[in-house]
């Protein structure tokens, strides 16, 4: 959507190898969310940030990792931990108020 | 995690013909939101309701929000080929920031 982008759109690594996949907004918006998505799946939750310095866990949160410095940015590190990194990955943004949740055009992320 | 029930999973449907498709929860929402995605996309945000019994038009596309606060519906009029792909609903509940996601639905459209 508008105001918030993702890079890089696509990605390689080998195994082993940690991978931080970039969120950024201009729209001001307070929340900031990380989803992954599988073939023919829905979306699931990585992690989520409603005010800067501050993040929780969503439901598969193991081997992944971020951080909330400024409020216009929420990085998302892939770590080695990661048994299973190959999927597209969706950043995501929300006003404190208004319900409305807007995504980013996706980074696809392969492990070779 | 909690997902939603989305049905159908899938549909295929002439050209021309309405859409329906649906998606209930174990729990009481008080935001439903409508996704459409396309391939290697993001997900683009339809339409949203904020009320029990709302509906809402966004062009060819309803929505409803169910009066249990458990379920959303979305109905499409008079599909074109441009309607293929995946569509999402999600729902989030009082006090949270957490959207749980459906399974989706993905249409394909004939012409």
């Known amino acids: 959507d508008g105001g918030i982008t993702q890079s890089p759109k696509y990605l390689f690594r080998k195994e082993g190898q940690n991978v931080t996949l970039s969120c950024e907004q201009n729209l001001n918006h307070d929340a900031m969310y990380w989803y992954r998505q599988d073939p023919g799946q829905g979306l699931r939750l990585i992690y989520y940030s409603q005010i800067v310095n501050d993040f929780q866990k969503g439901d598969i949160a193991e081997g992944y990792s971020v951080s909330r410095e400024k409020k216009e940015s929420f990085p998302l590190t892939v770590t080695s931990a990661q048994k299973n990194p190959t999927a597209f990955y969706l950043c995501?943004?929300?006003?404190?108020?208004?319900?409305?949740?807007?995504f980013g055009e996706g980074s696809r992320l392969t492990v070779l | 995690g909690q997902q939603l029930n989305q049905s159908p999973q899938s549909m295929f449907i002439q050209e021309g013909e309405d859409v329906s498709m649906n998606c209930t929860s174990s729990s009481i929402f008080n935001t439903w939101l409508w996704y459409k995605q396309d391939p290697g996309e993001g997900p683009v945000l339809l339409i949203a309701?904020?009320?029990?019994?709302e509906l809402t038009s966004n062009g060819r596309l309803t929505a409803q929000f169910g009066i249990t606060r458990k379920d959303s519906f979305l109905n499409i009029s008079a599909s074109i080929p441009s309607d293929v792909g995946i569509y999402f609903c999600a729902g989030r509940t009082s006090g949270t920031y957490k959207y749980i996601f459906g399974t989706g639905t993905r249409l394909k459209v004939l012409a």
């Open positions: 309701l904020y009320k029990a019994g």
């Open positions: 995501a943004i929300s006003g404190l108020d208004a319900g409305e949740l807007f």
